[in-house]
């Protein structure tokens, strides 16, 4: 025999209350997945967020360090006498920016910026630091991702420069 709860009102559970009040208190189907979709798309929102942000603080790193580099390849020419190439490299690893100094015609690499795939520049292939004077012809460099550009003005030569952020 199947032991079965009776179907009218009057059936009360131990915590006193009734068993249709009870149906009354949950969440139905329909508001779970309310809930349940609203929490999923907030999620996707937030990763997408957090995406636009690391590769702008990429973009950043990037060329903050290209200028640092740039300072210290011309104080490098100008101290030792010595010019020093930048150079592009595309490899498989990705794009490299090299800085190498010149040496009675051999090149040794004083510095490398790996670049990540996110950030990628135009406007050059190589160019270079002389030797003595630290001059740089001056020259536009775009460095930029999917959502972001920043433009590097060298100027004048003597490590003068101008950034320009654009969305």
Known sequence: MVNTLPR??????PNGESLIEMKKSGFTIAESLLVLFITTFLFILSSNLQQL???????????????????HAQNWAIITGEGVKVEVLR???????????????????????QTPESVSFTNFGHFWVKSDTGYVAPMTIEFKTKHQKKVITLQMGMGRHIVKDYE
């Open 8 to 13: 009218n009102n009057s059936t009360k559970l």
């Open 91 to 113: 490899t498989v690893e990705g794009n490299q920016i090299q800085f190498k100094v010149e040496r009675s015609g051999d090149n040794s690499i004083f510095h490398t910026i």
């Open 53 to 71: 942000d690391s590769s702008r603080y990429e973009l950043k790193l990037v060329t903050d360090e290209f200028l640092v580099q740039m300072e």
